[in-house]
C-alpha cells in the first residue's frame, strides 16, 4: 500500500500481530466480526508511523512486551502524531490502548474491557483526546502520567476493579468533561488519600478544568485531588 491508502479488511478472524509503519487508514468491516487475535505476547496492532487511523476492529490478546520497543497492548504507539484509534473493541490485552511520547493522538468510541491491567494507558504525551469510550471491568480505567493538553470528554467509565481515571505525575492545560463514573474501585479501602480508591485520582494539577461530571457508586472518594 502507499502512502495514504485506505486497506479495508473484510470481517474474519486474523492469528496474527501486525505492524503498521506507513500513513494509512486501515478499517475494519465492523468490531463484532473483524477479529485479530493475537499470542498474548506483544502487541496485536503496533503503530509506528505518523498519521494513521486504525478503525472497526475487535482486537485481543496482547501480552507481556517482547523488546523494550513494544508494549503489551492491544494496540499500542510510541513516539508518533496525529494517530486516530476508534470504533475498536479492544479485550484480554494486558493494556488496551497505549499511547507513550506521542502527539496528538486521538481515542474515540472505542469498547475497552476484560484488561488485565488498564483500558488505556498514556505516558509523557500531549494533545491527546480521549473521547466518547466506553471503558469497563478492567483492573484500571485510564491511566494518564506525564502529559499535557488533554481532553478527556463523554467517556463512560465503570466497574474497573481500581479507578476509573487515574491521573500521576502531573497534567496541565486539559479538560475532564462530561464522563460518567460508576462503580469503580470495588475493593476495600483503607484511608481518603489512597490513590487507588477513587472514581477519579488526579495529582499534581496546573490548569485543569472539571465540569460537569457524573460519579455514583464508587469505593472510597468519588474525586480525588492532590
Avoid at 470481517?11 to 468491516?29: A, F, M, S, V
Avoid at 468533561?177 to 481518603?192: M, S
Wanted: hydrophobic share 35%.
Amino acid at each position: 500500500a502507499a502512502d495514504g491508502d485506505t486497506i479495508a479488511v473484510m470481517n474474519g478472524t486474523y492469528y496474527e500481530r501486525i505492524i503498521i509503519d506507513k500513513p494509512l487508514i486501515l478499517q475494519g468491516e465492523s468490531p463484532e466480526g473483524t477479529l485479530i487475535i493475537g499470542s498474548h505476547v506483544g502487541t496485536v496492532a503496533n503503530i509506528t508511523a505518523d498519521n494513521v487511523v486504525v478503525t472497526g476492529f475487535s482486537i485481543s490478546g496482547g501480552g507481556m512486551p517482547v523488546s523494550e520497543k513494544d508494549y503489551p497492548a492491544g494496540i499500542g504507539t510510541n513516539g508518533t502524531s496525529n494517530v486516530m484509534i476508534s470504533g475498536c473493541r479492544v479485550t484480554d490485552c494486558y493494556i488496551g490502548i497505549y499511547a507513550n511520547a506521542t502527539t496528538g493522538v486521538t481515542a474515540a468510541e472505542n469498547d475497552l474491557f476484560s484488561n488485565n491491567l488498564t483500558g488505556i494507558e498514556v505516558l509523557n504525551s500531549n494533545l491527546t483526546r480521549i473521547i466518547s469510550n466506553s471503558v469497563h471491568d478492567n483492573f484500571q480505567g485510564v491511566l494518564l502520567a506525564s502529559t499535557d493538553g488533554i481532553e478527556c470528554s463523554e467517556n463512560t467509565l465503570y466497574h474497573n476493579k481500581l479507578n476509573g481515571l487515574y491521573i500521576i505525575d502531573g497534567i496541565s492545560d486539559s479538560l475532564i468533561e462530561d464522563n460518567l463514573f460508576q462503580d469503580n474501585c470495588y475493593v476495600d479501602f483503607d484511608d481518603a488519600g489512597d490513590d487507588s480508591q477513587a472514581g477519579a485520582y488526579i495529582e499534581n494539577i496546573e490548569n485543569l478544568t472539571i465540569r460537569n461530571n457524573r460519579f455514583i457508586h464508587n469505593g472510597g472518594l468519588a474525586l480525588f485531588l492532590s
